[in-house]
């Protein structure tokens, strides 16, 4: 018998089928439709669990004319062709053509025979890997389970126009017009099956499988490209029309649920390594950043904290004796605790408790499709933790597996095994996770894992806010309160430079919530394919140093500040002392990201209550400027255009800088303006990255206090940035608790009219328990400075 985990499940026939079954439209909205098709014409539902939105009533006005229908409402038009069954969205004022299925296939399937891998449990051991302990056996034979299908839909993509989404992915793509994107879940690939476009329209694909886009020029200015889903009863997918890629945002929400508000102290500064080892490695950490006035808001215990096995929710008592002690510790130091907790218990009571329930999947991994099991799973992160005062989740290995980690792939035509094997890495896992999973719903578990530690932890109490920081996303998870980070990435200036178009097509889905590992997590070099890191002294050489520092200073302007990584400390400390050139960046970078939190709180608030996304492509902001349209590293956070230093200062002290046409931009640090629509050359000394802020914006700040809460009640200064008219809402609330669903907020417009050189500050709307009712705001304004109390 072969010793193997990972074998290919899909076995196709190659015959591709056409159908004269007709698509099924309903229009959700006057602007949304959605579009099912199923080669039998039966509705056969995917049941995903996506989407929750509750249809609205549409008036739908029908015409039938010789070759096609027409189905109008208020903001669309839909055409169906009577022959061929393809459909084309237009704009319903202007007529023109948003998108269009290929007229001669919209689409396609290809039976798939589902088989699945019969394991020997009497061989089962124990192997370390660099994702943990796993557990190998060996293979007694493979059953076939059952039947699905292959569904392609086959599209003409306008040639003027980009392409964003699709999630968190390795191919190092801006705009995704022209590409092939391999979607599936894994340790360094994160899928959401949205594409948005900035021709105003957007595409949610409802299906729980592996995915593939692709894309290639037809030669008649215009793209030819095809969605393929691997495994599903029905093709399932909505046509998003909008204003804006904004607004396609706000659709995905409405269809899949809310943005989660997280906590004000989240936007703070996260320090995390792998690993403290104790209670009092912990505690001593944060007493140093106490002692250095380094603002921080949260610790992380990382992995390997169980007594026994593998992915055990209990602390071992030899160096964690007293968890509530722990959390209680930390608390007293004005800081907040993360705890790393796994679906794959293993060799420990818990899996045995899972085991004789019937809650555990091969390989052992829990099974979060069953809501008991779910249940269960909250029960011991509960007693251990929640209970014990311990206040966010860190949910690893949420894929919940990957086929090439543990298992390094044999070479293929002499070819090692590497990055970019994007197609074979692909196969790879997908077949492991439809077998493991289902091939319906591969790609779904972090969807359901994440929505059993919000729906728990919110039946336990209301007063503390969900944060699950986790390594797998789907469309849908942005409603339970987490955050992604981008897997374990090594450290070099390429894979830096490949991470920032990737977090902005995820971000582009209408799932806001990204952040990386700063420093990257591998820093060393060995064998295996991920594992190149190219700084194998850490922080004991000045190159990783800055590497660092560069990586800092980017992530400054994502969702979350959070330092993390493996081979070498991350402590600021590690990285020199005050007066010296790095530890100063990084102190720097800190108290810039604190003095700005109003401004990040205020716009997460935007994202709970809209459309909003505060880190995001230049094309959101300047659709039509072909410039930025496959510019990877520039992008907006607010009303910021972050410019991140990719390269070493060895390469180069200088970078190009677009500044994007329609607007003018003023230099943050020098307050020098711009006019935009050109490049221009910048030096990048050690202490600061290229940052510019548009005309017509106005940016909220306060003092960069030692934490979040200290904040309260401080002035807050409004800066005006003149040469447009600005508009901005300031947001607050009591900072965590679920008070601010019950309408428990304030808010305050400023308004600045341009013409008249006149800021408006409006009228408080709202109140929470808690709030001041006196607030001194410092105006920083093109005549000058002044203060006023209100």
């Given at each position: 018998?072969?010793?193997?985990?990972?074998?290919?499940?899909?076995?196709?026939?190659?015959?591709?089928?056409?159908?004269?079954?007709?698509?099924?439209?309903?229009?959700?909205?006057?602007?949304?439709?959605?579009?099912?098709?199923?080669?039998?014409?039966?509705?056969?539902?995917?049941?995903?669990?996506?989407?929750?939105?509750?249809?609205?009533?549409?008036?739908?006005?029908?015409?039938?004319?010789?070759?096609?229908?027409?189905?109008?409402?208020?903001?669309?038009?839909?055409?169906?062709?009577?022959?061929?069954?393809?459909?084309?969205?237009?704009?319903?004022?202007?007529?023109?053509?948003?998108?269009?299925?290929?007229?001669?296939?919209?689409?396609?399937?290809?039976?798939?025979?589902?088989?699945?891998?019969?394991?020997?449990?009497?061989?089962?051991?124990?192997?370390?890997?660099?994702?943990?302990?796993?557990?190998v056996k060996n293979i007694i034979r493979i059953d076939t389970i059952g039947k699905s299908t292959r569904f392609r839909v086959n599209f003409r993509f306008c040639k003027h126009q980009a392409l964003y989404?699709?999630?968190?992915?390795?191919?190092?793509?801006?705009?995704?017009?022209?590409?092939?994107?391999?979607?599936?879940?894994?340790?360094?690939?994160?899928?959401?099956?949205?594409?948005?476009?900035?021709?105003?329209?957007?595409?949610?694909?409802?299906?729980?499988?592996?995915?593939?886009?692709?894309?290639?020029?037809d030669g008649h200015n215009g793209y030819n490209g095809t969605m393929e889903i691997e495994a599903a009863k029905e093709l399932d997918y909505y046509f998003i029309k909008g204003q804006s890629m904004a607004d396609v945002v706000g659709g995905y929400r409405f269809l899949t649920g809310r943005v989660s508000l997280m906590p004000r102290w989240l936007f703070g500064y996260t320090q995390s390594k792998e690993r403290y080892v104790s209670s009092q490695d912990i505690i001593s950490t944060l007493k140093e950043y106490r002692r250095r006035h380094v603002p921080i808001d949260m610790i992380v215990q990382d992995w390997n904290y169980w007594p026994e096995g593998w992915g055990y929710m209990k602390m071992n008592p030899k160096y964690y004796p007293d968890p509530k002690a722990l959390a209680d510790s930390v608390h007293s130091l004005h800081a907040k605790l993360m705890i790393s907790i796994w679906p794959n218990p293993q060799y420990c009571p818990e899996e045995v408790d899972f085991r004789k329930r019937g809650f555990m999947l091969e390989h052992s991994v829990y099974d979060a499709f069953n809501a008991d099991a779910r249940r269960l799973y909250w029960n011991y992160a509960n007693n251990e933790f929640?209970?014990?005062?311990?206040?966010?989740?860190?949910?690893?290995?949420?894929?919940?597996?990957?086929?090439?980690?543990?298992?390094?792939?044999?070479?293929?035509?002499?070819?090692?095994?590497?990055?970019?094997?994007?197609?074979?890495?692909?196969?790879?896992?997908?077949?492991?996770?439809?077998?493991?999973?289902?091939?319906?719903?591969?790609?779904?578990?972090?969807?359901?894992?994440?929505?059993?530690?919000?729906?728990?932890?919110?039946?336990?109490?209301?007063?503390?806010?969900?944060?699950?920081?986790?390594?797998?996303?789907?469309?849908?998870?942005?409603?339970?309160?987490?955050?992604?980070?981008?897997?374990?990435?090594?450290?070099?200036?390429?894979?830096?430079?490949?991470?920032?178009?990737?977090?902005?097509?995820?971000?582009?889905?209408?799932?806001?919530?990204?952040?990386?590992?700063?420093?990257?997590?591998?820093?060393?070099?060995?064998?295996?394919?991920?594992?190149?890191?190219?700084?194998?002294?850490?922080?004991?050489?000045?190159?990783?140093?800055?590497?660092?520092?560069?990586?800092?200073?980017?992530?400054t302007f994502l969702p979350m500040l959070r330092s993390h990584g493996s081979d070498t400390p991350r402590e600021i400390w590690r990285f020199g002392e005050p007066g010296t050139p790095y530890y100063d960046a990084i102190?720097?970078?800190?108290?810039?990201?604190?003095?700005?939190?109003?401004?990040?709180?205020?716009?997460?608030?935007?994202?709970?209550?809209?459309?909003?996304?505060?880190?995001?492509?230049?094309?959101?902001?300047?659709?039509?400027?072909?410039?930025?349209?496959?510019?990877?590293?520039?992008?907006?956070?607010?009303?910021?255009?972050?410019?991140?230093?990719?390269?070493?200062?060895?390469?180069?002290?200088?970078?190009?800088?677009?500044?994007?046409?329609?607007?003018?931009?003023?230099?943050?640090?020098?307050?020098?303006?711009?006019?935009?629509?050109?490049?221009?050359?910048?030096?990048?000394?050690?202490?600061r990255l290229p940052l510019f802020v548009k005309d017509g914006s106005i940016v909220v700040s306060t003092e960069p206090t030692e934490y979040a809460a200290e904040q309260k009640n401080k002035p807050v200064t409004i800066r005006v940035y003149p040469g447009a008219d600005a508009d901005f809402t300031f947001y607050e609330d009591e900072g965590d608790n679920y008070d601010y669903e019950k309408g428990d907020f304030s808010t305050i417009r400023f308004l600045w009219n341009e013409h008249y050189h006149k800021l408006t500050i409006g009228n408080r709307h709202g109140s929470f328990p808690g709030m001041s009712h006196h607030q001194t705001f410092i105006l920083q304004l093109p005549s000058g400075q002044k203060v006023i109390h209100l």
């Open positions: 018998m072969k010793k193997s985990i990972y074998i290919l499940f899909l076995f196709f026939s190659n015959l591709l089928h056409a159908s004269d079954a007709l698509p099924n439209l309903q229009f959700v909205t006057p602007s949304i439709v959605r579009v099912q098709w199923s080669a039998d014409g039966k509705l056969h539902r995917n049941n995903t669990g996506v989407c929750i939105y509750i249809p609205q009533k549409v008036k739908v006005k029908v015409i039938n004319k010789d070759c096609n229908v027409f189905f109008i409402t208020t903001q669309l038009v839909v055409e169906m062709d009577k022959k061929t069954k393809a459909l084309v969205f237009r704009d319903r004022k202007s007529n023109h053509v948003l998108l269009e299925e290929n007229h001669a296939r919209p689409y396609e399937t290809e039976p798939v025979v589902q088989r699945r891998v019969i394991y020997d449990d009497a061989t089962a051991h124990k192997e370390n890997t660099a994702n943990g302990m796993v557990t989404g699709l999630g968190s992915q390795m191919e190092d793509y801006m705009n995704l017009l022209g590409k092939t994107v391999y979607l599936t879940q894994h340790n360094l690939k994160l899928m959401i099956p949205v594409l948005n476009s900035t021709k105003g329209y957007g595409l949610l694909f409802d299906a729980g499988s592996a995915m593939k886009f692709s894309s290639e020029v929640f209970s014990k005062g311990f206040d966010a989740w860190w949910c690893d290995s949420s894929e919940p597996l990957d086929a090439d980690w543990n298992d390094i792939p044999e070479p293929e035509n002499g070819k090692p095994y590497g990055w970019n094997d994007h197609k074979r890495r692909w196969l790879l896992n997908q077949n492991l996770l439809s077998d493991v999973l289902g091939a319906e719903r591969s790609s779904l578990y972090s969807l359901y894992h994440s929505m059993g530690i919000y729906e728990n932890q919110r039946a336990t109490t209301l007063q503390k806010r969900v944060v699950n920081l986790t390594r797998s996303s789907y469309a849908g998870q942005q409603r339970y309160g987490t955050i992604v980070w981008n897997g374990d990435t090594h450290a070099s200036w390429s894979s830096f430079r490949q991470q920032i178009p990737s977090g902005l097509n995820y971000m582009a889905t209408g799932n806001p919530y990204w952040t990386v590992d700063i420093g990257s997590f591998f820093v060393k070099n060995d064998s295996r394919w991920f594992h190149k890191g190219e700084f194998p002294d850490g922080v004991k050489d000045d190159a990783y140093k800055e590497y660092y520092v560069r990586m800092f200073q980017w992530a102190l720097k970078m800190i108290r810039l990201r604190y003095s700005l939190i109003p401004y990040i709180y205020s716009m997460a608030a935007a994202q709970y209550l809209g459309n909003y996304t505060m880190a995001r492509p230049l094309a959101f902001d300047f659709p039509a400027d072909s410039c930025v349209w496959d510019l990877k590293d520039e992008y907006m956070f607010g009303d910021f255009l972050v410019c991140p230093v990719t390269h070493s200062v060895k390469e180069a002290n200088s970078r190009q800088i677009y500044l994007p046409e329609s607007t003018g931009w003023t230099d943050f640090w020098t307050e020098k303006h711009y006019r935009g629509g050109q490049w221009i050359k910048m030096n990048t000394q050690i202490d």
